[in-house]
């Protein structure tokens, strides 16, 4: 809820003139990338602003997805809205793009606790190390 808010927020102040909305149904059976979408399309963003990528079941297929899309439609520039504990993975593997691109934090629906905080950060980290590892390699994007 956090991302999709700041989403639209940046789209409401003329930063971002569509969004693109990506993401499966990774960890459930819930599409995250529609999911999304009502959620923005409720809150007043039109429908033709809304571009769903519903098939990303992790961060470097978030960014390859969207990159198809853009390249599709011709767009160079993106917006990369995320979490804090997010946002250096996603700088590491928005910097493999052919793409103009900048993170922007979503702030928090609601004040983290220290223990909740570390957990999160601790996450990242392995995550990050995991890319850096093995799938910066392995994983390969072909926008």
């Known amino acids: 809820m956090a991302r999709v808010n700041e989403a639209v927020r940046e789209y409401e102040r003329g930063i971002a003139p569509r969004l693109i909305i990506t993401g499966g149904a990774a960890s459930n059976r819930f599409v995250e990338a529609q999911v999304m979408a ?10 033709s602003a809304i571009f769903v990528e519903p098939l990303a079941k992790d961060t470097i297929q978030n ?14 520039s993106a917006e990369v809205v995320s979490s804090e504990a997010h946002l250096p993975r996603v700088g590491l593997i928005f910097s493999r793009l052919p793409l103009q691109w900048r993170t922007h934090l979503a ?17 990242e980290t392995l995550k990050t190390a995991r890319y850096l590892v093995w799938a910066r390699q392995n994983e390969h994007c072909q926008p």
């Not at 009502?38 to 429908?47: D, F, H, L, R, S």
């Not at 969207?66 to 439609?73: Q, T, W």
């Open 63 to 76: 960014a390859c997805f969207s990159a198809r899309i853009m390249n599709a439609h011709g767009w160079r």
């Open 107 to 123: 702030p928090p629906l609601q004040p983290e606790s220290a223990a909740a905080h570390f957990m999160s950060v601790a996450w």
């Open 38 to 47: 009502q959620v923005a399309n409720a809150q007043g963003i039109p429908e």
